[in-house]
């Protein structure tokens, strides 16, 4: 169900409990939640929308200014502050520094399409300078909350941080060489970081800023 108001559209959520009361709220991603009892009808709560479309526009707008806060404070894209904008469209819309999305459902799915392609380039980049004998690894992208990279050696693949895709390149660049330096020793040993050093110099400065 949408609800039209002042020519834009919003998607309506009914969530029926056993409440007394009908609550209306708008979520991040500027649809309209109502929680109402069982005993409301759509065409019931429809009616109460358009009793309170003057409140429900400022709420919307509220929320609007919440997400621009959220925006500046959180998204990035390697390294660059990413500015997304909340508009009904079908697929993510990418303007200079700016992204249209519909919610953060789209967004989350398009830093994952990003993470997925460009995790790739800087992998067979990093790979290709190896002079070690090491497997082309598979590469596995999630979320983690406590390590930006991991190897696995028994299916030869390397998994990394989906935040990754957020910072700076050289952060990438350098959890990469970690993990792909891992073929070659499987430890954190003397020789291993010489390994690491060897392909990504300035680690030990790249590798303090990750940790703060």
């Given at each position: 169900?949408?609800?039209?108001?002042?020519?834009?559209?919003?998607?309506?959520?009914?969530?029926?409990?056993?409440?007394?009361?009908?609550?209306?709220?708008?979520?991040?991603?500027?649809?309209?939640?109502?929680?109402?009892?069982?005993?409301?009808?759509?065409?019931?709560?429809?009616?109460?929308?358009?009793?309170?479309?003057?409140?429900?526009?400022?709420?919307?707008?509220?929320?609007?200014?919440?997400?621009?806060?959220?925006?500046?404070?959180?998204?990035?894209?390697l390294g660059k502050k990413l500015n997304v904008l909340y508009q009904n469209v079908k697929?993510?819309?990418?303007?200079?520094?700016?992204?249209?999305?519909?919610?953060?459902?789209?967004?989350?799915?398009?830093?994952?399409?990003?993470?997925?392609?460009?995790?790739?380039?800087?992998?067979?980049?990093?790979?290709?300078?190896?002079?070690?004998?090491?497997?082309?690894?598979?590469?596995?992208?999630?979320?983690?909350?406590?390590?930006?990279?991991?190897?696995?050696?028994?299916?030869?693949?390397?998994?990394?941080?989906?935040?990754?895709?957020?910072?700076?390149?050289?952060?990438?660049n350098y959890v990469i060489v970690h993990e792909l330096s891992h073929f070659v020793y499987?430890?954190?040993?003397?020789?291993?970081?010489?390994?690491?050093?060897?392909?990504?110099?300035?680690?030990?400065?790249?590798?303090?800023?990750?940790?703060?």
């Amino acid at each position: 169900m949408t609800l039209e108001i002042n020519g834009s559209y919003y998607d309506v959520i009914i969530e029926k409990k056993n409440n007394k009361n009908l609550y209306i709220r708008i979520t991040n991603d500027l649809k309209i939640k109502v929680t109402c009892s069982f005993l409301y009808t759509k065409s019931a709560v429809l009616g109460v929308l358009k009793e309170n479309e003057r409140s429900i526009l400022k709420m919307i707008e509220k929320q609007k200014q919440k997400n621009e806060i959220k925006n500046k404070e959180n998204h990035m894209y390697l390294g660059k502050k990413l500015n997304v904008l909340y508009q009904n469209v079908k697929s993510p819309k990418v303007l200079d520094d700016k992204i249209l999305v519909k919610d953060d459902d789209m967004l989350d799915k398009w830093y994952k399409k990003q993470a997925k392609e460009v995790f790739k380039i800087y992998l067979d980049e990093a790979y290709f300078v190896f002079d070690e004998d090491i497997p082309y690894p598979k590469i596995k992208v999630r979320s983690m909350k406590t390590r930006w990279g991991v190897c696995n050696k028994r299916d030869n693949s390397v998994t990394l941080n989906l935040d990754l895709i957020k910072k700076d390149h050289k952060y990438l660049n350098y959890v990469i060489v970690h993990e792909l330096s891992h073929f070659v020793y499987f430890n954190h040993s003397k020789e291993f970081w010489r390994t690491v050093e060897k392909y990504c110099p300035e680690y030990k400065m790249v590798r303090k800023e990750l940790k703060e």
